[in-house]
């Protein structure tokens, strides 16, 4: 990294602000707010399970926290999907759970787990809580740094009515789960064996959003290319560890969509434009909140 670029990275300020009023209309605050060069790109809510629960979290998103105003009709800048926060964060001791869209009651969110021991949740903390990794870890400066700029993306659909021929496009913001950054994040450290082997495999077990890690596990890949640490000919295999092969063409990452376990066993790709050479112990790497995946 040159030394300009490096001056710059240094130059980005993160700040966390408590209890912020985000409205106009409404005395209501949202307990942290994170922002980056001034920046609101994320939100949490935090709850003590000794009185609530990060279900009470989830629920006042859902009922308090609307993006639309219900009496003015006006668009909450802060929660509006799009404007401002890119995700938002319900915690409480033991689990955390997060969504990129605030659509009232309708509003989904998604894990953000490590796992434990195969299973959903969280495993115990002897120095704190089961949570402490999402401000130790996630929301340290470089990995929150390297989430928003290499991992986030828009995912664009296209929708044509079949009757009137008439095409509409819907966006989706993707925040990669717990397991999905891990998973990627844990390629320098498979370095050992990657030399021997011309596609990295990260797989799930039963996730259908695999596809969602295919770009940044391809960016981070392309990376340890260019430094030598691994064929400069090298493709992730990205997809459930087990069901059905489902290979998808070569996308404009060089990631490719699959079934680890297929990968393993064929030693090619069924498409035949990619060869899989693979070390007599090939390591595949698995997301630990395996569980929780779907």
Known sequence: ??????????????????????????????DLVFFVNGLPVATAELKSEFQQDV????????HDRPPVDPKTRRREPLLTPGHRALVHFAVDNSEVYMTTRLDGPETRFLPFNRGNAGHAGNPPNPHGAATAYLWEEVLAKDTWLNILGKFM????????????????????????????????????????FLPSVR????????CRDAGKIARPCAGHLAQLSSSGRVPQDSRPVIGASHGPSNWAPDSPDGARKGTAQDALRAGADPAGSCRIRLAPHPEVIRPPDAASCG
């Open 1 to 30: 990294m040159n030394p300009t670029t490096t001056r710059r990275y240094a130059q980005n300020r993160l700040r966390v602000a408590r209890q912020v009023y985000y409205s106009e209309n409404k005395t209501d605050s949202i």
């Open 153 to 192: 993306h828009v995912q664009v659909s296209k929708h044509k009515d079949p009757a009137t021929g008439k095409v509409s496009r819907s966006s989706t913001v993707i925040f990669p789960r717990y397991h999905q950054h891990d998973a990627v994040t844990t390629l320098p450290r498979a370095s050992a």
């Open 55 to 62: 279900h009470e979290a989830i629920r006042q998103y859902r």
């Open 199 to 206: 596609v990295a495999v990260c797989s799930g077990r039963g």
